[in-house]
């Protein structure tokens, strides 16, 4: 697992999924919830594909976490994902509200054991 700071875009492969780790509160559509266990288990099994056009290779998944959501303010609404045009789908970690911090923590901790 690698962490980066910034935007990943330029090393996504064209056409790869990305996925957009987010807090249930953030969004005002449903938002699936899947623990990182789970999300680390399906992209163990179904990898990026090494064929498309471009950016890293050899890579199970690409994720972003927004490092500006504030899990613990309710009445702040806004989307931390807005402006983010290349992840393809939103997925929480928990029911609950989790830091940045944490939800990086359970994604590595989930895939340093699968």
């Known amino acids: 697992m690698c962490l980066l700071p910034g935007s990943i875009a330029p090393l996504i492969p064209q056409g790869a999924d990305v996925i957009g780790i987010i807090n ?19 992209s163990e099994n179904n990898p990026v594909s090494d064929a498309l056009q471009g950016g890293l290779k050899h890579v199970n998944a690409f994720y972003v976490i927004s490092c500006e959501e504030d899990c613990h303010n309710h009445s702040h609404h806004r989307d931390p994902m807005e402006g983010v045009h290349y992840v393809t789908d939103f997925y929480a970690l928990s029911v609950y509200p989790l830091s940045p911090s944490v939800q990086c923590s359970r994604l590595c901790e989930a895939h340093a054991f699968c």
């Open 24 to 42: 249930v509160q953030h969004r005002d559509s449903v938002v699936k919830v899947k623990t990182a266990t789970r999300l680390a288990a399906e």
